[in-house]
């Protein structure tokens, strides 16, 4: 018993002479910048490691950062809110409804590459449509799958004619390398895809009901709306504003990327396929 309690008493004092991380200011502004871009805790921590890499002791673990934004010390600052879902647990979302009809030269995404399933080769994009108020408007959305880089513009109807000519000011502007195929859902707005095949694209159409098979273009949308919750009307939105909100996603840390960047990746994939980068 006395051994037992002089451990537990070496421990306290060793822990006694630690500061809190979060206690540190530069640390602790840090974290909150962050927090306030939208950053997830995870990121933070993660990002943290690769700033930092020789300091140990502002190590911070996600756990610590939540721990911190729900004590009774910090929860009437509500940093919370920032969080990328706007709380802890995360629910389940029902998929939007989607107006089908027959697409023409549909292939079916189990005809995909296997490079692209595993995510081994850049330049392959998962897309889909964002409604707004009424479904009358929305933001057609792709996002690369090596990467992770979000692309979003705005269509003033729900329709093919709008969608391809988003998916146009989204891929023209891209090296061919960077653009090679795209997996798209069943939706009307996409009856159109052939033209794609003018920019040496090719398409591919997930299962219907299956959204979870575009998921990295799933959990794009679902950060764009909590800029654009459902039920904006996007003709009061700006494409600058839309420009400004993806930028910001994009700027943020993701652990599937070891913590870099999606801009980050899309640039060194493109320095790896030889394409002169302008500084």
Known sequence: MAIHAQAKSSTRKSQAGKRHPLKNKEVFRWVI??????????????????VFPRNLRIRITPETIYSFIYSEEYKHRKFWEYLPWGRKKRRHKAGRH????????????????????????????????VEGKGHKDGVHTEVERVSRKFFAKLVAR???????????EIFSPLPALARKSTTLDNGRENHLHIQLKELGMDTFFCDPYSS???????YHNGLLRRYFPKGTD??????????????EINNRPRKCLGFYTPNEVFLRELQKGGVAIQP
């Open 33 to 50: 910048t962050r927090l306030m871009r939208g950053w997830s805790p995870e990121q933070i921590s993660g990002r943290m490691k690769l």
């Open 98 to 129: 989607v107006h089908r009809g027959r697409i023409p030269d549909r292939i079916s995404i189990h005809n995909r590459p296997v490079l692209i399933d595993q995510r081994v080769e850049f330049g392959h994009f998962e897309g889909d449509t």
């Open 158 to 168: 729900i329709s093919s004619e709008e969608a391809i000519k988003a998916q146009s």
């Open 212 to 218: 979870w098979q575009r998921g990295s273009n799933e």
């Open 234 to 247: 996007f003709k009061t939105i700006s494409q600058q504003e839309i420009d400004e909100c993806v930028e």
